[in-house]
């Protein structure tokens, strides 16, 4: 092997170690920690993720990443070694613009942040919450302020989850969807939930129902755990180490819906390329590929009809208290239900989007300093007003409700929208390698669907662009017509009626 790239390689292998440790640390404080130990907890992650990006952005890396630039351009542009050398260039050169100090900085205020970020929202207390909000901008500010913006300054944000896209492309895509969902919504909004919809759902059966689908749908224990949170999420310290998270209330089912979300980015990770480990290649390519297949999984696959044909004895023995004269048919009916709603982690697939959309727009405002933290609250609730046409009752429910602005994720929310639209890019290739995946779901098998998607998907890791990515899966670049398509034909049907 090339002497400089397995010095590099070495070098990277304990970046991305110190970086999992940190994850793990983070996973921890998420799940397990006792709330005591958030202060000490805030110092560890400031510790561990500055002595990453100094390695990371040690100089000499940056050397061997010069000394390698003949040697790269013998290789196949698509081989392991070269996808290395030019996706760690792009990290370097990105994360050697930001002061080690800096990065410490936010990791440690944004651990702060987020339990009193969880302690607010309990209490719906957004004035507690507020300073530290104000306190992650500017140092988002000061981040922003390390780089040149070519056009808008959330480029600059996105780009850490959504690597090369630009804020102008995704307006545009959510441009064209917007007025399209609020019509939809408008049009097929069913208030009257079934009663059987409100449960109770023991606690005890959500939990074992949701290891029972996510183990048919791939995961397996000695690689996944399933543990509970407030705010849902999914982290991976290793292809082989998955911990997915959930939380249960027995008056809805969103415990199941969210399992399947989480597991679909657990899938992901677990089917990344082995020979990746331990380099910068090993992770999804985007938080919008990413996104596009917790969705997958949870809607293209978990709302389907298919799937309740599947899935309806397990459930019917699971809450048998709730589904006296409950068909399969009214499951699926019930669990498609449009209703416009608060919570964009429980919304359904036709408002999800404009959830996502109130959040895209007032994140740009205040970055742009148009919309204030003090302002920030009725912000939210005009828009929730507008778009989704609900009055937003106290700020649990509202502007306190995701976790993201807690730990600085500003410029993650677009990407939750991408990636509907890219689920169901994905899904209509899919649909072509096996055609009868309609037939496998409604027998409860998955495994063809997901070696398709391990094959053409996961397994790429980092290797390519995210928009490489999507034209090598889907033939076509982002596209929001497959998507509209989707929801017209389900919902324009009348799947709720």
């Known amino acids: 092997m090339n002497a400089a790239l397995a010095e590099l390689k070495r070098r990277l292998a304990e970046v991305h170690d110190l970086q999992q440790v940190t994850l793990a640390m983070e996973w921890d404080q998420l799940v397990m920690m006792p709330h005591g130990g958030a202060e000490v907890r805030a110092e560890q992650l400031a510790t561990m993720n500055g002595l990453a990006h100094e390695r990371f952005t040690d100089p000499e890396v940056g050397r061997l990443l010069e000394e390698l630039r003949p040697?790269?351009?013998?290789?196949?542009?698509?081989?392991?070694?070269?996808?290395?050398?030019?996706?760690?260039?792009?990290?370097?050169e990105k994360a050697s613009r930001v002061p080690t100090e800096l990065t410490a900085e936010i990791t440690r205020v944004a651990s702060g942040a987020q339990e009193v970020w969880a302690e607010a929202r309990a209490r719906s207390d957004y004035a507690l919450f507020r300073p530290w909000l104000d306190r992650n901008l500017e140092l988002r500010h000061r981040y922003i302020d390390c780089f040149d913006p070519e056009a808008e300054v959330y480029d600059i944000l996105l780009d850490d989850y959504e690597p090369g896209m630009k804020t102008a492309e995704v307006r545009a895509v959510f441009d064209r969807i917007k007025p399209e969902l609020i019509a939809l919504a408008a049009e097929v909004a069913s208030p009257d939930e079934p009663a059987f919809m409100r449960g109770p759902f023991p606690e005890a059966e959500q939990e074992r129902l949701s290891r029972y689908v996510v183990e048919h749908f791939g995961a397996n224990w000695n690689?996944?755990?399933?543990?509970?949170?407030?705010?849902?999420?999914?982290?991976?310290?290793?292809?082989?180490?998955?911990?997915?998270?959930t939380r249960y209330s027995e008056t809805d089912l969103h415990s199941l819906f969210g399992s399947m979300h989480e597991c679909g980015h657990g899938l992901y990770e677990h089917g990344v390329d082995p020979a990746l480990e331990r380099t910068p290649l090993c992770s999804g390519v985007s938080s919008g590929l990413h996104e596009s297949q917790s969705r997958l999984w949870e809607n293209l696959v978990g709302r389907s009809a298919p799937f309740w044909r599947w899935l309806y004895p397990t459930f019917e023995a699971?809450?048998?208290?709730?589904?006296?004269?409950?068909?399969?048919?009214?499951?699926?009916?019930?669990?498609?239900?449009?209703?416009?709603s608060f919570i964009r982690v429980d919304s359904d697939e036709v408002t999800y989007g404009l959830h996502v959309i109130v959040r895209?727009?007032?994140?740009?405002?205040?970055?742009?300093?148009?919309?204030?933290?003090?302002?920030?609250?009725?912000?939210?609730?005009a828009r929730y007003a507008d778009y989704l046409g609900v009055e937003v009752p106290n700020d649990q429910v509202g502007v306190l409700q995701d976790i993201h602005w807690s730990f600085n994720g500003f410029g993650y929310f677009p990407t939750y929208q991408l990636g509907n639209v890219i689920s169901v890019q994905i899904w209509e290739k899919l649909v072509e390698a096996v055609p009868d995946v309609d037939a496998q779901i409604e027998a409860g098998e998955f495994a063809e669907l997901g070696a398709w998607l391990r094959s053409n998907v996961y397994a790429l890791g980092r290797r390519f662009t995210p928009q490489e990515t999507i034209e090598r899966v889907t033939g076509s670049a982002l596209d929001a017509e497959p998507y509209l398509r989707y929801l017209q034909t389900k919902y324009g049907a009348g799947v709720a009626a």
């Open 71 to 92: 040697f790269e351009e013998s290789l196949d542009p698509d081989s392991d070694d070269a996808s290395l050398v030019r996706v760690a260039r792009r990290d370097w």
């Open 223 to 245: 690689n996944f755990r399933l543990d509970r949170t407030v705010h849902p999420f999914c982290s991976s310290f290793a292809t082989t180490d998955i911990r997915m998270t």
């Open 318 to 340: 699971a809450f048998p208290a709730v589904m006296t004269d409950v068909t399969a048919d009214d499951l699926y009916r019930a669990v498609n239900r449009v209703e416009p």
């Open 360 to 381: 895209f727009e007032l994140e740009q405002e205040l970055i742009a300093g148009t919309v204030t933290t003090a302002d920030l609250p009725e912000a939210w609730n």
